[in-house]
């Protein structure tokens, strides 16, 4: 297979190079490469009806992370990466959607305890009643919120796993000098792509956060681990200039990358000027990979593509269009939703993303969305996953899920309610927090008699909203 031919030609290249450091342990390129043997010897056992068995990486940042994907990927199984907020629930739909044979998490949960893998614990699946075929290319899977109303797992080739990798190190001129310090989970394209095979490829450090990213927590770790790269959501970098960062924290630091929702000008601004770093402005989408990346650019641009990438603006309005892209790391397919991916892209191999911009001087600007994804620190929540699935709760009437600013701008989650009597606002985020990843769960809900319509009966979302302004209750 691709992928674990090209971590042992890493593991064989830069064998007494640091490779990876985390909150459990440090380990070389050769020390990481033989873990990961061990692990593929344990996992080559997992219990499946096809010769590729499907294991859930559920877990946060560590070098046992790192370890149990490339034993996955050694044993000849599909590494399925799934967020480590995901909840109970939202696991149980995912396994009945991609049938999973084998779930390893670090759950406090009953299971078989992996000798060679301290810290992570295997749960065996039973067999599903639906199996959708992988496709014969198919390495990893990630996953995405769609409109589907549940999660879309894309299906990634060796080649384009490889190919993200190799474009943005390519792009973003990455050394084996670089000591990389990613604050996202890996199992989000952000970290995936930015972070773990393209540094490796070169010969560079992963440094891993492990833990809740507070801008206090990252200034420490970045004076004690001495980064050349952060990777960071939004969110991070506008705590960064609230809480005043300086200099002497990231002096190591030659780059700060941002991704996953739009970066605040005045942030990045204001972050540089804090801190000395210029932000690297990275776009990219979960199904067509890591696109445009440029420190040197504009306030709202997102820089030019990068190697193996064609964007377009297509039906344009004034200067903007539609933003249709085309790259050498694209997904193959949705797993399971069989026939939507390929749907959305066209004839000449150009995604729909859903995104809404303009090309000046070659620089990617982003001026909206056409789609009603919500972008959270980063992550895309699909509003018809959490209205199913508060809506399935017994007692609520109605449910609409929407998108407001939070206290600092950003854009969070709202569900304005109609309840039955004896349910409240506090009994449905219980009831949902299993179900839902903790990101996805509503920050704000307001209860109301009725939801107001129009006269065909939609809901009038700008009363609704209003409903969370400020000094609302």
Not at 145 to 166: D, H, Q
Not at 257 to 266: H, T, V
Not at 380 to 397: F, L, Q, R, W
Request: net charge neutral.
């Amino acid at each position: 297979m691709i992928l674990a031919a090209e971590f042992a030609r890493c593991a064989h290249q830069y064998a007494d190079s640091p490779a990876l450091s985390g909150p459990d342990s440090s380990v070389d390129y050769r020390t990481l490469h033989e873990r990961s043997l061990r692990a593929a010897e344990w996992l080559s056992g997992t219990r499946s009806v096809d010769d590729r068995p499907r294991i859930a990486l559920v877990a946060r940042n560590s070098t046992t992370w790192v370890t149990a994907y490339l034993g996955i990927l050694h044993a000849g199984g599909v590494p399925f990466l799934v967020d480590a907020s995901a909840g109970d629930g939202e696991l149980e739909r995912i396994h009945e959607d991609c049938s999973l044979d084998l779930v390893l998490h670090d759950r406090d949960t009953a299971g078989d305890v992996i000798p060679a893998l301290p810290g992570l614990t295997a749960t065996h699946r039973r067999i599903a009643v639906r199996r959708h075929p992988l496709h014969p290319d198919t390495e990893v899977c990630r996953f995405t919120s769609g409109t589907t109303g549940k999660p879309n797992c894309l299906e990634f080739s060796g080649r384009a796993v490889r190919a993200a990798a190799e474009n943005w190190a390519a792009g973003t001129a990455m050394t084996a000098d670089d000591r990389i310090l990613c604050c996202a989970g890996l199992s989000n394209g952000l970290a995936f792509n930015t972070s773990l095979l393209s540094g490796f490829m070169v010969g560079a450090q992963l440094l891993l956060s492990h833990g809740l990213p507070t801008s206090g927590r990252i200034r420490r770790l970045a004076a004690e681990a001495r980064p050349t790269r952060l990777v960071a959501f939004p969110a991070l970098y506008d705590s960064f200039v609230r809480t005043g960062s300086g200099r002497t924290d990231f002096a190591s630091v030659r780059v700060a990358i941002s991704s996953g929702a739009p970066l605040r000008a005045d942030t990045k601004k204001q972050f540089t000027e804090l801190t000395g770093v210029p932000i690297g402005n990275y776009y990219g989408v979960a199904e067509a990979g890591p696109l445009t990346y440029s420190t040197v650019t504009s306030a709202q641009s997102l820089g030019r593509p990068l190697p193996g990438v064609d964007i377009q603006t297509r039906g344009a309005i004034g200067q903007d269009g539609a933003v249709h892209v085309r790259s050498t790391s694209m997904a193959t397919r949705y797993l399971n939703a069989p026939g939507l991916l390929e749907s959305r892209i066209d004839g000449g191999g150009h995604y729909s993303t859903g995104d809404r911009g303009r090309l000046e001087d070659g620089e990617l600007v982003l001026t909206g969305r056409s789609n009603r994804m919500i972008n959270v620190v980063g992550r895309k929540v699909d509003p018809v996953e959490v209205g199913n699935t508060i809506s399935a709760v017994p007692g609520v009437e109605q449910a609409v899920i929407l998108e407001v600013p939070d206290q600092h701008g950003e854009p969070a989650i709202a569900a304005v309610l109609v309840l039955g009597a004896g349910l409240d606002a506090g009994e449905v985020r219980l009831r949902i927090r299993d179900d839902l990843a903790a990101h996805k769960v509503p920050t704000l809900i307001r209860v109301v008699d009725a939801i107001p319509t129009t006269v065909i009966g939609k809901p009038v979302l700008h009363e609704l909203r209003s409903l969370f302004d400020a000094g609302s209750s």
